[in-house]
């Protein structure tokens, strides 16, 4: 609920049946043309798994399923709500 607005009248305001947007959708290019395009949910960890997904495709060139299938970290510490 960190992302919501309690107060209404926002574009992120908390209402019934209301959906929030994200998904990190990144795409990657490649010489100018896409190369991978990617996405994720989980709300405010969502940016995590889709940059270290990419680490491991673009950096330490695993294949997909692999780079999918690696464990991944997140951690807020310190973080205050």
Same mark, same amino acid.
């Given at each position: &609920?960190?992302?919501? =607005?309690?107060? $209404? +009248?926002?574009? =992120?305001?908390?209402a019934?049946? #209301? @959906? &929030?947007?994200? +998904?990190?959708?990144?795409?990657?290019? @490649?010489?100018? %043309?896409?190369?991978?395009?990617?996405? *994720?949910?989980?709300? *405010? $960890?969502?940016? *995590?798994?889709?940059?270290?997904? %990419? %680490? =491991?495709?673009?950096l330490? @060139? &695993?294949?997909?399923?692999?780079?999918?299938?690696?464990? $991944?970290?997140?951690?807020?510490? +310190?973080? #205050?709500?």
């Open positions: &609920m960190g992302h919501f =607005n309690p107060l $209404r +009248g926002y574009h =992120n305001s908390i019934a049946g #209301k @959906r &929030m947007g994200g +998904g990190c959708p990144t795409i990657v290019y @490649r010489d100018g %043309l896409p190369w991978i395009a990617i996405g *994720s949910s989980g709300g *405010s $960890r969502l940016i *995590s798994p889709v940059f270290q997904t %990419l %680490l =491991n495709i673009v330490f @060139r &695993m294949p997909l399923d692999a780079a999918f299938a690696a464990p $991944r970290l997140h951690s807020e510490a +310190g973080r #205050k709500i």
